[in-house]
Structures are given as C-alpha cells and as structure tokens.
C-alpha cells in the first residue's frame, strides 16, 4: 500500500491506495486554526505532527505495512527553526494577510517586472518571502535566531525522516525560487539580504527524499495543488484541473515555463520533472455558496439550495454576482476587492440568489481559464474536484461558462492521493510520474456544456467583467 498525506489547514488528511489507484483506507485528524489578530493566522507545527502520526497509525491498521509515504498540504506557511531545530513561533500560514508592506517593498527593491521575470509571480500577502521580511521588521529577536525555515508539508517530513529538503512546486509559491531554472534564485535572496544557508534543498516532487525510522522511503512530495492536479490526471498539456472547494482554482500544466506580464495567474514548477504549471485561483468559490446558506437559512441542506436554483434559467433574468467575498488573486490581486449581487428585482427568491452566486463563481473559473490558456494553449477538457463538483447542476453551469466539456473521476481524494502517486515512484512502483497517472487515475462521469446557456453567459460575461471596475473603491 502506498500512502499520501496532505498537510492542510483544518487536517492532516492521509489515503492508502494500492497499484491501480484503489483506495483502500482514509483517515484524517484535525487540528485549529489561531487567530491572534485581525487578518493574522497561526498554526503551531506540533499540531501537525501529532495529527500525521494519529493519520498514518489509523491507515496502518487498516492496511498493514506501507510501502511509500508521499507528501503534500498547504503552502506558502513560514516555519522558522533555531540551530537546534526547535521552532521558534507558530507558523504563518497561507492565509495570513500582515505583510502589505513587505509585499511593497519586495517589489519596490526588486522591480515588478524583474520579479515577475525570476519568480514567475508577484509578492503577495500569503507568500512565504514577505512573511521573512515581516519578522525581521517585526520580531527581531526570533529573525536573528533563525537557522532555517521550511513550508508545512517539509516541516513533517523533518519529524518523519529527518531530512531537511523541500520540492520544486512548494518552493515556487516562496517568491525565492527561479521558477524558469528550478534553483533557489541568487538575485532575489542578495536583493532582500536573506541568507541562502537558512533555505532547504531543492528536490523534484517524485524524488526519494529519506525513510521513516521502520524503512519506509519518503517522496519530496508537492504543494497541495499540483498533488492535487495529479490526483485527477492533469499531469501534463490537454487537460486542466477545475477545484471546485472554499477557492476555486483553474491549474494547467504547461509546455514550458511561462509567466504572465501581470502576474495574475500563478506561474510554477509542477510536480512533474522538468514540467511547469500555470495556476489561477479565486479565494471564494463553494465558500460563496456557503455563505450564503448560513447568511440566508443556516442549516439548509446544500441538495435544497441546488433544487431551489434549478428553478431558475441561465442568466437568473439578469441576476449576476461578483464573489469577491474575501478579496481576490485571480484576475485582479486585490485583498480590498468586495462581492455584490447587481441587477435584484422582485422576482427574484432564494433560488435566484444561490443560481447567481453559482454562476458568478463560473464566471470567476473563466477569468482564470482565459489567463491560463493564454500561457499554454487553450484546453481539450477539465477534470473537476472538490466540494462543488459533487452538484451536476454547478458542473452544468461551469462546463457552459468555460464552454468546455468537464470529467469528474473515479476517486476523487485530492492532494493526498497525488502524494501517494509521488510515493509510489519514489518507491520504484512506476518509472516515472506520467505511468503511475495512467495507472491509478480513472476518469468517470463527463458533463458536457449546455449550447442555450453557453450563448447567455458569453453575453452576461461582459456586465461580469464590468462590475469589478464600476465597484471598486465603493
């Protein structure tokens, strides 16, 4: 049995599959989330230690021995280690949002343009390099002991294995690697005067990085989102990856490195030697939903909200919603960005509202698929995931935005069970990443766009795109 786990925000999520992609046990342990001001968010690493020794007890029980382990979770969070290798303050995670200045600065001192050029990607708030700068201006007595820093998944692989490592697709959302030549980049680290020795080797995701102390090789891994990217077969050009959970994300594997001029989508390594992926992502996608049920009818069963919606046609009678609920990243990097509804008449219900957020996220997935397909070709189909993607209705409704057909597939256990990909080619179980995909990931039902709709929502994508513009600053 191979097992992948996934380091994330709420849990430590952990599958066992075996060589054709069966899952065979899941176990999962949850930990908080801290707060400790306004925009901040913490985590102390312990928690995230326990949680993958109670994940990875509860698969061997059910399973027996194992044969990889592959790594995966959340990224961008800073964790900073002493000489000892003791931690010296809760992790700064992903979605912390302290570091606008750092941001500015990073920019400021580098160029904009050289950045882009070098990283791939603009700084923002959630990156790992702001967050260094931060405790330096900060927390000057924690950044002077600092001895070396890791991302969340790299910081359970020390616990695992010992070693100090972490891989190319995690590093990129670090804005210090240079993303074109997979290396920690020598021009960025003199420019923000951070120490190279402090940063972990650089490894491709399905290298063998280690072994637990019972002999079980370790994989370096992936970030969560080209693990999950895997999991549902988009390892290179043709498909793309759809996610359709809290964020909604719109990921393609590219035929090289490639960046766009504005940084609005993301530009990183893949987890695929020698392979790059572009990635756009908005901060409110099922989370739109969500909020709405607990906004509206706290409670409600997501099955009703749907019934309600499919009472309505496409287009809701001029119905649009922007989900800028949390701000956003793709297409406009604006932690200030809002959300709205435009366009309310009497007509409109409960089902009205619930379609139009459903559509508006749609909308969202094609800002970020018109930026990707820019950079790598536009797309044959999509392969979908997440929460969102269990509803027919919202797969109907996205197929037709992007005017692409989409495939659920046969498992769908996200980043951990592209991290037991990774494992079982670090293991020797495949050759390479490409043959265990073929191997293990099946694609299942497909949900083609719908020809009425897709002419409704060519025209209201035009008022979508609009609003953003006519808001802002309201």
Known sequence: MLAG???????????AIDGDGTVAAIADAAYPLSTPRPGWAEQDPQLWWDATQSVLAALRAKVGPLE????SGQMHGLVALDAAGRVLR???????????AECEEI???????????????????GFTAPKLLWLRRHEPDVHARIARIMLPKDYVRLRLCGEFATDVSDASGTVLLDVAHR??????????????AILPPVLESPQRCGE??????VAAGAGDQAAGALGVGVDRPGPISVALG?????????????????????????????????MGVMLSAAGALRWLRDATEPGASYDDLVAAAAGWGAGCEGLLFLPYLAGERTPHADPDARAAFAGLQLRHDRGALVRAVMEGVAHGLRDSLDLVAGLGGVPQFGRVSGGGARSSLWLEIVASALELPLERVAVDEGAAFGAAIL??????????VATAVGATVRPGERIAPRAEWVEVYRTDRERYRALYPALRGA
Request: net charge negative; with cysteine.
């Open 5 to 15: 786990l996934d380091v994330g925000t709420s849990a430590v999520k952990g599958v």
């Open 68 to 71: 990889a382990i592959g790594l």
């Open 90 to 100: 809760p992790a700064i995670l992903w979605n912390d949002q302290r570091t606008a």
């Open 107 to 125: 920019e400021r001192t580098i160029g904009l343009e050289r950045l882009i050029a070098l990283t791939g990607n603009r700084a923002l708030p």
């Open 183 to 196: 290396r920690w980049s020598e021009e960025v680290l003199e420019a923000l005067e951070i120490d190279p």
């Open 212 to 217: 637990t102390r019972d002999g079980v090789p």
């Open 246 to 278: 809290t964020s909604g994300v719109v990921f393609a594997a590219l035929p090289a490195f490639a960046a766009d001029p504005q940084a609005r989508v993301h530009a990183f390594c893949h987890a695929v030697p020698g392979g790059w992926h572009a």
């Open 423 to 432: 494992g079982g080619v670090a293991a020797g179980r495949w050759p390479d």
